[in-house]
Nanobody, 126 residues
Framework: QVQLVESGGGLVQAGGSLRLSCAAS????????MGWFRRAPGKEREFVAA????????EYADSVKGRFTISRDNAKNTVYLQMNGLKPEDTAVYSC???????????????????WGQGTQVTVSS
C-alpha cells in the first residue's frame, strides 16, 4: 500500500553534487519521520540523515555533516537529499525509509523504519 521510489542517483566526479528525491504514495506522508540510509559494496547499511514530520528537526551521520542536507515537501509527498562535495567513499545504494508510526524525533536506527524504497545508485569517481 505504501511505496517509496527514489530517483536522482548517477555517476559523478569527486567534488560534484547530486540531489536525490524520494516520492511516497499514500495520504499520511506528512505524519512520519523520514530517513535516508546507504549501503556500500561489502558494507552494512548505515544511517545518513533523517528529518521530523514538520521538517523542524534533522539528524546527520558525522561522515556527511556539512556536505549533505535533508529536506521535505509534504505537499508533494517527497523527501530530498542534497549531496555536495561528494567523495568516493560516498559510493553506495541510497534508500529512503518511513519511520514506524508514532516516531517523533529523527532516528538513526534502521530498526525504527518499517517501509523502504528500492534504492538509487550513487557512484563517485576519483
Amino acid at each position: 500500500q505504501v511505496q517509496l521510489v527514489e530517483s536522482g542517483g548517477g555517476l559523478v566526479q569527486a567534488g560534484g553534487s547530486l540531489r536525490l528525491s524520494c516520492a511516497a504514495s499514500g495520504r499520511t506522508f506528512s505524519t512520519y519521520v523520514m530517513g535516508w540510509f546507504r549501503r556500500a559494496p561489502g558494507k552494512e547499511r548505515e544511517f545518513v540523515a533523517a528529518i521530523s514530520w514538520n521538517g523542524g528537526s534533522t539528524e546527520y551521520a558525522d561522515s556527511v555533516k556539512g556536505r549533505f542536507t535533508i529536506s521535505r515537501d509534504n505537499a508533494k509527498n517527497t523527501v530530498y537529499l542534497q549531496m555536495n562535495g561528494l567523495k568516493p567513499e560516498d559510493t553506495a545504494v541510497y534508500s529512503c525509509a518511513r519511520s514506524i508510526l508514532g516516531t517523533i524525533r529523527p532516528d538513526t536506527r534502521d530498526s525504527r523504519y518499517d517501509f523502504w524504497g528500492q534504492g538509487t545508485q550513487v557512484t563517485v569517481s576519483s
